[in-house]
């Protein structure tokens, strides 16, 4: 225990020194240098680091429904952020959290974990190929029978993400997802809010299989998806 301790502490000041004198070290509002302390110690007020759940390299953790961070674009990490705060996104727990930050800190916090380049777990499990060639499906054409657009359409090539504010789903955890995509379906259906629109589409088979093929995408061999 005392050298996994020991470990994360020189992880987490090496991180801060290497943010500090990084060229990009300010963005969106935010500092890298403040958010990577936030990210490691919390704050003075009692806030905990924000790396006791999503980790310090921000990869997050897929067995608990925690998700990657590391890459995110900062503009829409700090959104995220301030609708936890203003409870337009509800989660008690990340409430507890964003609404104890300033709006300083969580503009520090977003551009620490977006300025990570950490590297994509593979997936815990292997995933048949059929499943991967429906996520696929889904992924890069949509499906007309159930009007359902592309999810790339709007999240990008290989859901590598569209700044400022749509978030990247390559190499994101499918519990993750599914999870995010349960609550949208189970949530009253917005006209306005397109993803509220597709979740009520979908279902779980789908859902499981457009979340898996967007986990393994960074670790993906040709052969399985064509």
């Known amino acids: ?31 890298v240098g403040r958010g990577a302390r936030i990210a490691a ?3 003075s007020r009692g806030v905990a680091s924000c790396s006791s759940c999503h980790g310090y390299d921000g990869v997050g953790n897929g067995n608990s429904q925690i998700p990657r961070l590391a890459g995110q674009s900062s503009a829409y990490l700090l959104q995220q952020l301030n609708d936890f705060a203003s409870g337009n996104r ?3 727990y990340m409430a507890n959290f964003a609404q104890r930050l300033s709006a300083q800190e969580r503009a ?4 620490y974990f977006a300025s990570l380049e950490s590297g ?13 060639q429906r996520g696929r499906q889904l ?13 790339n359409n709007c999240h990008g090539p290989q859901g590598t993400g569209e700044y400022p504010e749509i978030p990247a789903l390559q190499g994101q955890y499918s519990s993750y997802i599914v999870g995010r995509l349960k609550r949208w379906k189970e949530a009253p259906l917005r006209d306005d809010d397109l993803m509220s629109r597709v979740a009520s589409e979908l279902g779980p088979e789908d859902m499981q299989a457009v979340s898996t093929y967007f986990e393994q995408l960074p670790n993906a061999h040709d052969g399985g998806l064509k």
Do not use: H
């Open 1 to 31: 225990m005392k050298a996994i301790i020991v470990g994360a502490v020189i992880v987490s000041v090496a991180v801060i020194v290497v943010a500090e004198n990084s060229p990009n070290s300010e963005a969106n509002g935010g500092n």
């Open 41 to 43: 110690w919390g704050t």
């Open 90 to 92: 509800p989660n008690a």
């Open 108 to 111: 520090d916090v977003a551009v």
């Open 120 to 132: 994509f777990p593979p997936p815990e499990r292997e995933s048949a190929a059929n499943m991967l």
């Open 139 to 151: 992924a890069e054409y949509g499906d007309d029978k159930l009007t359902v657009q592309s999810c």
